[in-house]
């Protein structure tokens, strides 16, 4: 029995299959000594923008940045409020808290793991002034009642895409629906990059044009600084590189999604198991395949399965708002604590072969029995 480690990711494949492509493009931009906002961050923004049929894609340092800079064209500042869930990565809040404004959490629904709206709306005061749902693991939030909620009281809606690049909720794509999408190039996300970098999203000039602003140090033109900005270009080099990417970012994530359709066979039948589910009308691209383990059994599984030499991880072990840094500041959010008790991603990337999966499977199997 082939005893090879499975790592929850591997990007070896998928380099493998476009290495002189990625050669080329970083060749390129070598030879050209245009390091700096050169022709592929402007040619990678308008591809982007294609891409999503929007007017404007403004490229970044990061994911973290793009939903600094998003928040900031927003008119997020001091003592607003920004409703949020309190299952995403740090940064989501972290930009939050940045601008000195207030994170608000509302809970989760137990299926999609991410916000859900009723809960919004009840989160609603004057001080609103904007919402940021996350499309956790691939998969869309619940945009069309988050997006009515926004109309009717004035909000700007901030989505964080940087775990659904290519996603969709009711054949839109995620990222187009709010007033800006942000994505992150991180190695691991959907599309990954070869670094840091990310993107925002928007048809709003007004926005896109404070955006462009605020990542060149506040200045439209050079050595005119308008605002306190900053210096977050996405990297050319980064850019040449993505370019690359983009092209076969659909080829990826419907790999993504036929190795996440073969888990989801192989773990009928399971019953301490919630396979993840695709709610109705989306398109989840499964940055991460994360099921429940349910009757408190998910951190030997996750043992058990180490022991074998399957890594899986726990997205997130501690939610938002109980991190150290809020710490006390919150009430407490029940469905997301129990979601962070129960999860466990399992190993998936686009060309993970069947083979590799029942191994998983297996391991998880006899997990549970033992
Ligand atoms: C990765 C991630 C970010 C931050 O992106 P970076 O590019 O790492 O700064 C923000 N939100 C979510 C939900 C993420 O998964």
Redesign the pocket.
């Known amino acids: 029995m082939d005893k090879k480690p499975i790592p929850i990711l591997d990007l070896g494949p998928e380099i493998e299959a476009i290495w002189d492509e990625l050669m080329g493009a970083v060749a390129g931009v070598l030879k050209s000594g245009q390091f700096i906002m050169g022709p592929n961050v402007k040619a990678f923004e308008c591809e982007v923008a294609e891409y999503f049929g929007v007017k404007h894609a403004v490229g970044v340092n ?4 793009a ?1 600094l800079i998003a928040l900031r064209t927003a008119g997020v500042g001091k003592g607003d409020e920004v409703i949020t869930t309190p299952f ?2 740090f ?2 809040a972290e930009v939050v808290s940045m601008l000195e404004a207030v994170p608000v959490f509302v809970d989760i629904d137990p299926v999609t793991f991410n916000m859900r709206p009723d809960l919004v709306e009840r989160a609603i005061t004057s001080r609103t002034k904007a919402i940021l749902p ?1 499309h ?1 693991f691939g998969q869309g939030a619940e945009m069309d009642p988050i997006m009515s909620l926004a109309k009717e009281h004035g909000l700007r809606v901030i989505e ?1 895409v ?2 659904a690049f290519g996603g969709e909720y009711k054949g839109k794509k995620l990222g187009t629906i709010g007033h800006a999408g942000c994505f ?3 190695p691991s ?1 959907t599309l990954g990059g070869f670094g ?3 993107l925002m999203t928007t048809d709003d000039d007004r926005m896109a044009e404070m955006a462009r602003m605020l990542r060149a140090h506040g200045s439209r033109r050079k050595y005119y600084n308008e605002v306190v900005g900053y210096n977050s270009r996405l990297d050319e080099l980064q850019a040449a590189m993505l370019r690359v990417k983009l092209q076969l970012i659909d080829q990826m994530n419907e790999g993504r999604r036929e190795v996440a359709r073969r888990y989801g066979e192989m773990l009928k039948g399971l019953s301490a198991v919630t396979p993840p589910r695709e709610v109705t009308g989306g398109k989840h691209v499964y940055h991460q395949y994360t099921i429940r383990v349910a009757g408190g059994e998910r951190d030997q599984v996750k043992a058990a399965l180490a022991a074998e030499g399957i890594n899986t991880m726990i997205y997130y072990p501690l939610p938002v708002h109980r991190l150290p840094v809020y710490d006390g500041q919150f009430p407490a959010m029940p469905e997301t604590e129990r979601a962070s008790g129960e999860v466990l991603s399992l190993p998936i990337w686009p060309s993970m072969d069947e083979g590799l999966q029942g191994r998983v499977v297996e391991a998880l199997t006899r997990s549970l029995l033992s």
Not at 62 to 65: E, I, K
């Open positions: 990061s994911g973290t940045d939903l995403t990565f940064a989501t996350v956790l964080d940087a775990q992150s190039f991180f996300k840091d970098g990310g």
